[in-house]
């Protein structure tokens, strides 16, 4: 077990100090003081774009040495870091916007840290989909944030169908040129339920659309999008297509209309459909061999 002996670098540590520190997600003004004294206070920052970067940290006239970190260099660049820090020196991690680690590179190196008893602390500010969430107006007491969806229709449509029976709000980042085919997808599988498209949260052209699924997709037709996505999909409505499991339905047919829409294999199309009716995978597999009798597997 392993604990932070200290905060913010009041008190001397024996080692480096890593510190997450969340930058604005658009509008500068939404940096916090203690996170613009800790990155004039680290020996250096490491950042997604070092270019950036540096437009903040001349913003606010700080000068500081910047190592680049992104998903492409980290496997050789956390080590590095850490060994800095271990000999003493205190490392700012950013993303270009937000908190570093949702949906951006850093696990790597909190994890090595960690395991190298270095002292990790996290410097909260802006993220985009809490803003988006709270400004949504759809339920918020439970969501599960599921990052980027995948960027392949048949592998985004298979995600999809995992959620058919979530009745959580769900949260997801998109870009511009697939909000379109994202929403038709989940109409088509999850059902015309509240939603909200955030685009440009904090920024100049910040946009909140709001309606059913439906209706933001005939948005999109009419007036498309460009920037930084954040899409909210409230749980589904009572009598919604996608509230309820169409129990008339036989399981044979649906696991076939899982593997044909979803593409999934036999195995999880069973799984799925287990799920939803809220019987176990065996009886499952027993209620297949009484529809089709024991040739199917």
């Known amino acids: 077990m392993t604990a932070n002996t200290h905060a913010d670098g009041f008190l001397s540590p024996?080692?480096?100090?890593?510190?997450?520190v969340a930058t604005p997600i658009g509008n500068l003004e939404d940096i916090t003081l203690r996170a613009l004294r800790i990155l004039k206070e680290v020996d250096q920052i490491a950042c997604e774009d070092t270019r950036h970067t540096l437009k903040l940290l001349n913003h606010f006239e700080i000068h500081k040495p910047l190592v680049s970190y992104h998903?492409?260099?980290?496997?050789?660049?956390?080590?590095?870091?850490?060994?800095?820090?271990?000999?003493?020196?205190?490392?700012?991690?950013?993303?270009?916007?937000?908190?570093?680690?949702?949906?951006?590179p850093g696990f790597r190196l909190v994890s090595l840290a960690i395991r190298h008893q270095i002292p990790v602390v996290p410097i909260p500010g802006a993220s985009a989909l809490v803003t988006a969430l709270a400004a949504s107006g759809?339920?918020?007491?439970?969501?599960?944030?599921?990052?980027?969806?995948?960027?392949?229709?048949?592998?985004?449509?298979?995600?999809?169908?995992?959620l058919r029976i979530e009745n959580r709000t769900i949260i997801f980042y998109e870009a511009p040129h697939r909000i379109a085919e994202t929403l038709a997808d989940a109409l088509a599988i999850l059902g015309d339920r509240p939603a909200c498209l955030a685009r440009e949260v904090t920024k100049l052209?910040?946009?909140?659309?709001?309606?059913?699924?439906?209706?933001?997709?005939?948005?999109?037709?009419?007036?498309?999008?460009?920037?930084?996505?954040?899409?909210?999909?409230?749980?589904?409505?009572?009598?919604?297509?996608?509230?309820?499991?169409?129990?008339?339905?036989?399981?044979?047919?649906r696991v076939d209309e899982l593997m044909h829409q979803a593409k999934l294999d036999r195995k999880e199309a069973l799984k799925l459909a287990a799920k939803e009716r809220g019987i176990t995978r065996r009886d499952a597999y027993r209620q297949l061999l009484d529809e089709n009798g024991p040739e199917e597997e």
């Open 138 to 162: 759809l339920p918020n007491e439970e969501f599960l944030f599921l990052g980027f969806l995948p960027a392949r229709s048949s592998e985004r449509r298979r995600a999809l169908e995992h």
């Open 205 to 253: 052209h910040e946009e909140f659309r709001r309606g059913s699924l439906f209706s933001l997709l005939q948005s999109l037709e009419e007036h498309p999008v460009k920037g930084e996505i954040t899409l909210i999909l409230g749980p589904p409505e009572t009598g919604s297509p996608g509230a309820q499991v169409d129990t008339a339905q036989s399981l044979a047919a």
């Open 14 to 20: 024996h080692r480096g100090t890593l510190y997450l």
């Open 71 to 104: 998903e492409h260099n980290e496997i050789t660049r956390a080590p590095e870091l850490v060994h800095a820090m271990e000999q003493g020196a205190s490392v700012a991690l950013v993303s270009d916007a937000g908190m570093p680690l949702v949906s951006d």
